[in-house]
């Protein structure tokens, strides 16, 4: 599992007293990062005798939802988790807005490789590798060639 140190990244948003709410209703800060969200509790737990601060990590391919209830709680929903996570802010559309950002650049690249497959574009020669990761060389020019390549096989 792959951890990010948050406290380090520039484009985060971080929303502090924020309530979740559940069983046991608790204050926690929601940073919004470029891949992930982070959920932290305020108050610690204590687990197996030690008094702990509870982080949850959620990539942006788990969510499944986020449902603005209305001006001061959302919903975010969460793939292979049971129930719906609600949150109480005051001002709700800027974190739901910061999610529905990290969703989009998380699809986009999703709804790139369907494409490929789909219509068996030929792109090996533009990529490159690393540690089982392919990345274009020119994300622009990436793009802009598989336009093409998919304009000429399905024109309609």
Same mark, same amino acid.
């Given at each position: 599992?792959? =951890?990010?140190? $948050?406290?380090?990244?520039?484009?985060?948003?971080?929303? &502090?007293?924020?309530?979740?709410?559940?069983?046991?209703?608790?204050? =926690?800060?929601? &940073? =919004?990062?470029?891949?992930?969200?982070?959920?932290?509790?305020?108050?610690?737990? &204590?687990?197996?005798?030690?008094? =702990?601060?509870?982080?949850?990590? $959620?990539?942006?391919? +788990?969510? /499944?939802?986020?449902?603005?209830?209305?001006?001061?709680?959302?919903?975010?929903? %969460?793939?292979?988790?049971?129930?719906? !996570?609600?949150?109480?802010?005051?001002?709700?559309?800027?974190?739901?807005?910061?999610?529905?950002?990290? +969703?989009?650049?998380?699809?986009? $690249?999703?709804? %790139?490789?369907?494409?490929?497959?789909?219509?068996? !574009?030929?792109? +090996?020669?533009?990529?490159? +590798?690393?540690?089982?990761?392919?990345?274009?060389?020119?994300?622009?020019?990436?793009?802009?060639?598989?336009? /093409?390549?998919?304009?000429? &096989?399905?024109?309609?």
């Amino acid at each position: 599992m792959i =951890v990010y140190n $948050y406290s380090e990244i520039e484009d985060l948003q971080v929303f &502090k007293n924020t309530l979740k709410l559940s069983d046991k209703h608790t204050k =926690v800060a929601i &940073k =919004v990062g470029p891949q992930a969200i982070q959920v932290t509790s305020n108050e610690t737990t &204590k687990i197996l005798g030690h008094n =702990v601060l509870l982080n949850d990590v $959620y990539y942006a391919s +788990e969510i /499944e939802e986020v449902c603005l209830v209305n001006d001061n709680q959302f919903i975010l929903t %969460i793939a292979n988790q049971t129930g719906s !996570l609600s949150f109480i802010y005051n001002d709700c559309d800027n974190i739901v807005q910061a999610i529905f950002i990290l +969703e989009q650049d998380d699809n986009l $690249y999703i709804i %790139i490789v369907h494409q490929i497959q789909t219509f068996d !574009l030929r792109i +090996e020669d533009q990529l490159l +590798e690393l540690s089982g990761l392919c990345i274009p060389s020119n994300n622009t020019i990436f793009v802009r060639t598989i336009s /093409e390549k998919l304009a000429l &096989k399905k024109a309609h």
